[in-house]
């Protein structure tokens, strides 16, 4: 049992380390990836709407509804 303990102590220890070496992006990098992934996002949503109206209008003429 005092293996494990000494385990997760040494364990938590070596996250901490780990997490100081983490290089956070600056508040200005951050909001200009946001905007371009925001960006990607509504011009696939508009890429797919289209070709699901495509599809659509091409399954009505098949079946002349």
Not at 2 to 30: A, C, D, H, M
């Amino acid at each position: 049992m005092k293996q494990v303990v000494q385990n997760i102590g040494t364990y938590l220890s070596e996250v901490g380390i780990e997490f100081k070496k983490i290089s956070w992006p600056e508040r200005q990098e951050l909001m200009d990836s946001t905007v371009v992934v925001l960006s990607f996002i509504v011009i696939m949503a508009v890429v797919v709407l289209c070709c699901d109206k495509v599809i659509d209008f091409v399954l009505k003429i098949i079946h002349g509804a």
